[in-house]
T-cell receptor, first 113, second 111 residues
Framework: AAGVIQSPRHLIKEKRETATLKCYPI?????VYWYQQGPGQDPQFLIS???????DKGSIPDRFSAQQFSDYHSELNMSSLELGDSALYFC????????????FGQGTRLTVV | AQSVTQPDIHITVSEGASLELRCNYS??????LFWYVQSPGQGLQLLLKYFSGDTLVQGIKGFEAEFKRSQSSFNLRKPSVHWSDAAEYFCAVDPTGKLIFGQGTTLQVKP
């Protein structure tokens, strides 16, 4: 079965650069979530989208923005990167109407140097 | 505010021994409850979930969890641990459409 696809899997950026992380949800899923997991930390919710509209917002810095496109894929844009942004970024998707759990991608490991 | 507590940061068990990982949550109603497992540098794999109904839920890899409303707990159990179970385990709740994770418990398995 198709799973949540995230790209790239690994990304190295320098401070003050920008990064774009992509997430392709499971086909027919209409909801996408982004989480950030720092080293040795639990995943923290950043933002979510339902039917291309932002549905909830967590501890996402103002330097970050995200959107969900017409094909339901989502992109997390990160600007003015800081060393502290180094983390594993997870995307998850779900089908809102079925009220089931969210399925996670393998994550993108971002390293800021 | 909703929260999830995993009291044990690190647990070591011998292979073949039984396992119980604790999870307590704070929420006014009964949220959706989950256990995820994460191997180093990998994604989150769902072990099991509780939405409603039978309070003892079976998951993958021989894991089970029991929801106890009176104790606001959702402890994960396995009768006999295998070396491949060594990983990080996260309890999570979903009260409002997004997951809130506990701090995680690192499981080490001794041969």
């Amino acid at each position: 079965a198709a799973g949540v696809i995230q790209s790239p899997r690994h990304l190295i950026k320098e401070k003050r650069e920008t990064a774009t992380l992509k997430c392709y949800p499971i086909p027919r899923h209409d909801t996408v979530y982004w989480y950030q997991q720092g080293p040795g930390q639990d995943p923290q919710f950043l933002i979510s989208f339902y039917e291309k509209m932002q549905s909830d917002k967590g501890s996402i810095p103002d330097r970050f923005s995200a959107q969900q496109f017409s094909d339901y894929h989502s992109e997390l844009n990160m600007s003015s990167l800081e060393l502290g942004d180094s983390a594993l970024y997870f995307c998850a998707s779900s089908l809102a109407a079925s009220n089931t759990e969210a399925f996670f991608g393998q994550g993108t490991r971002l390293t800021v140097v | 505010a909703q929260s999830v507590t995993q009291p044990d940061i690190h647990i070591t068990v011998s292979e073949g021994a039984s396992l119980e990982l604790r999870c307590n949550y704070s929420y006014g109603a009964t949220p959706y409850l989950f256990w995820y497992v994460q191997s180093p540098g990998q994604g989150l794999q769902l072990l099991l979930k509780y939405f409603s109904g039978d309070t003892l839920v079976q998951g993958i890899k021989g894991f089970e969890a029991e929801f106890k409303r009176s104790q606001s707990s959702f402890n994960l159990r396995k009768p006999s641990v295998h070396w491949s179970d060594a990983a990080e385990y996260f309890c999570a709740v979903d009260p409002t459409g997004k997951l809130i994770f506990g701090q995680g418990t690192t499981l080490q398995v001794k041969p």
